[in-house]
């Protein structure tokens, strides 16, 4: 029973934990409404297999309207309720409702729920279809190279040259220049002597692409004089190649016009020389202009088809390329977290030793009245407690500034007058969470840049401000310019706190570091909520 005739029936929900099927897909997707697990690959397509997604969309939201180009599609509603509409016809479907939507469908899917909505989606690729969804799927836009980086010339040239020879007639690939990108072995006599492939028949073939809709709609047109040629886009967009299909005259008339119109040539074709170049251009029926056109209807879909195929194949390449990047960056995380947990564990060398040592120093510096030192060790002791326990945590701004505090006052009691400070931070931004100890390498980048390259004062300035999608943090100083700016001079410091910054906020941040135009040196830290 077709989409259109009544609502799809009910078959009650398929049995599974709390609606939900109990499998775990490794090829997962997420989108901004919901996520796709695919059961069985979508890669399989370009093997002619079907596919299998177990889709979810969040409560109340909707996926963009789309198109199934040579996709059939079968969905079953797992669990949820919503809508979806079906060539500009809304359809309301609830848990155990199967939905069919034909090839070439206009289509979107709405959650009408405040819970998940679960579907278990078959697409069935072009392979099960009818051949006639090539041609209104391909889309060559400029700058993808158009049909020659798509289609074996050598394979359609041999296909072509059995087309013609049986159908009589010839047949031309053309690009949308109007240069010939293919011809067959049997032009007429005319074409040879006149040289078509020549820039006064390329001016004939640009005037009917210019006057091609943008349909997969043939038509006729004349290609010389009044020879009269069929021409059929192959797809849509800028990049579209055509077909042009035989040259018959419509009539005696236009025979006997094309003999005056050889006459008139810069190099004139005498009556009988003309009549022998025309051998070969009949005056057609229409039935069989209509058949050159259905033939040039099939030339154009075999060529849309293998189109289709090419792009496929590097879609599919495309997409194996990135799931083996994204494994390859995790991979690559996943050991530099493992090098920085090493180095953390090298690095606590029985750290109670080491506070206790320390709490024993400051105390002594305090009974002998040396209170500075006393404070200087006590903020020494929380920056290793904070280095060394929560190195992988999420903390408060607050508790990452109060930390930054006790760095700074450590390096003004070593740099003295020479080393100028500044914290300016929206207390609306207090609770904002990062990661531990993220500002101290930055602001101690700075110090190293401005302060200790040079015996002249230099400021810092730590500057905390929001923004529409979440928070930025600059740490300026008014050093000297730095000769490289770029990832390549970062040290250890900066690195570690962009690898932690990734593995907490994904690609959901910004870290640079860069001269200001003023002078100075900025880095900055940008993050999405």
Request: charged content about 25%.
């Amino acid at each position: 029973m077709s989409l259109d005739e009544k609502k799809p029936p009910s078959i009650g929900p398929l049995p599974s934990r709390g609606g939900v099927p109990d499998y775990k897909s490794e090829n997962e997707q997420r989108f901004d409404w919901g996520y796709a697990s695919w059961i069985v690959t979508p890669e399989a397509h370009t093997s002619g297999s079907a596919s299998v997604g177990h889709i979810v969309f969040h409560p109340f939201m909707n996926d963009l309207k789309h198109r199934h180009f040579g996709e059939e599609q079968i969905l079953y509603i797992i669990s949820g309720h919503g809508r979806h509409v079906v060539n500009g016809r809304e359809i309301p479907f609830q848990a155990g409702d199967v939905l069919h939507l034909p090839p070439f469908s206009h289509h979107q899917v709405t959650n009408e729920s405040d819970s998940e909505l679960h579907i278990l989606a078959v697409y069935i690729p072009a392979r099960f279809q009818a051949r006639t969804g090539a041609l209104e799927e391909l889309n060559l836009e400029e700058g993808g190279g158009g049909l020659k980086s798509l289609i074996d010339l050598d394979d359609v040239r041999e296909q072509l040259n059995k087309l013609a020879l049986s159908m009589g007639q010839s047949i031309r690939l053309i690009a949308p220049d109007g240069s010939e990108l293919i011809q067959s072995d049997n032009p007429p006599r005319l074409c040879r002597a006149l040289g078509c492939r020549q820039a006064h028949c390329r001016e004939h073939f640009l005037k009917a692409i210019r006057e091609t809709p943008d349909t997969n709609d043939s038509r006729t047109f004349h290609c010389c004089g009044r020879v009269t040629s069929i021409i059929m886009p192959i797809g849509s967009g800028a990049a579209r190649g055509f077909i042009k299909c035989g040259e018959f005259f419509l009539s005696q008339g236009d025979a006997e016009e094309m003999i005056r119109y050889l006459s008139t040539l810069p190099d004139p074709v005498d009556r009988q020389a003309a009549a022998g170049l025309l051998e070969g251009i009949t005056v057609d029926k229409i039935n069989m202009i209509y058949t050159a056109a259905a033939n040039t209807l099939e030339v154009a879909r075999y060529i849309a088809e293998m189109s289709l195929a090419m792009i496929r194949q590097r879609e599919s390449e495309s997409y194996r390329l990135s799931i083996m990047k994204a494994r390859m960056e995790e991979a690559r995380l996943k050991e530099a977290l493992r090098e920085s947990e090493l180095k953390l564990l090298q690095s606590q060398l029985n750290p109670h030793f080491l506070f206790n040592t320390l709490n024993t120093i400051s105390h002594m510096a305090y009974l002998d009245g040396a209170g500075r030192v006393s404070d200087l060790v006590c903020g020494l002791s929380d920056l290793l407690k904070a280095a060394l326990g929560k190195v992988k945590s999420l903390i408060a701004l607050a508790e990452e500034l109060a930390l930054l505090e006790q760095y700074l006052a450590i390096q003004k009691a070593r740099f003295g007058l020479r080393l100028q400070t500044s914290i300016t931070m929206d207390p609306a931004l207090e609770d904002f969470l990062i990661p531990a100890l993220t500002l101290q390498p930055i602001v101690e980048n700075s110090i190293i840049h401005g302060v200790e390259t040079s015996l002249d004062t230099c400021r810092v300035e730590i500057g905390i401000s929001g923004h529409d999608r979440g928070l930025m943090i600059t740490v300026d100083n008014d050093g000297p310019a730095l000769a490289e700016a770029d990832e390549s001079g970062w040290g250890v410091g900066l690195r570690s706190v962009k690898a932690r910054l990734r593995h907490h906020f994904g690609e959901k941040f910004r870290l640079e570091l860069y001269n200001r135009r003023r002078g100075g040196v900025r880095t900055m830290i940008s993050i999405e909520r």
